[in-house]
């Protein structure tokens, strides 16, 4: 399998695929969760509650793992990001706008982007700097 060009690869990293995103435990354990991902050519961000597990893991061990892969029963081709996420102070609404946009029909993400910026002051933005982008494409 070849890997991807960057052109492929950011095309890729567009379309709206669940992400799963790999966190280190306390005692090096990996965590696997699933995350929805924007990828602007250089950064991945996505958003969650400022309290939940994932954002204790990050900020305790900030080297995480995003992957984002193809579904059995087409041709093989995945990404894998390896990078250092820290959680910022950017505004979630932008970035979860965008998302439900992305992943959800006009109606439900409408509804979905009501629900959050009711409680954006609980979510946050985590972006992820690659340290290493792999990829293949069958």
Known sequence: MASMTEAQRDAFLAVARITTLVTLYRDGSPAAVPVWLD?????????????SEKVRRIRREPRVTLLMAEPAGVPE??????????????????????????????????????????????????KVTPRRIRSSVG
């Open 39 to 51: 990828w602007d050519g250089a950064a991945a961000r996505f958003f969650t509650g400022r309290d």
């Open 77 to 126: 081709a995945w990404v894998s990001i390896e990078g250092d996420a820290i959680v910022t102070d950017e505004d979630p609404v932008p970035v979860f706008s965008a998302l439900a946009r992305r992943y959800y029909s006009s109606e439900q993400a409408e509804r979905a982007i009501a629900g959050w910026t009711a409680m954006a002051g609980r979510l946050t933005v985590v």
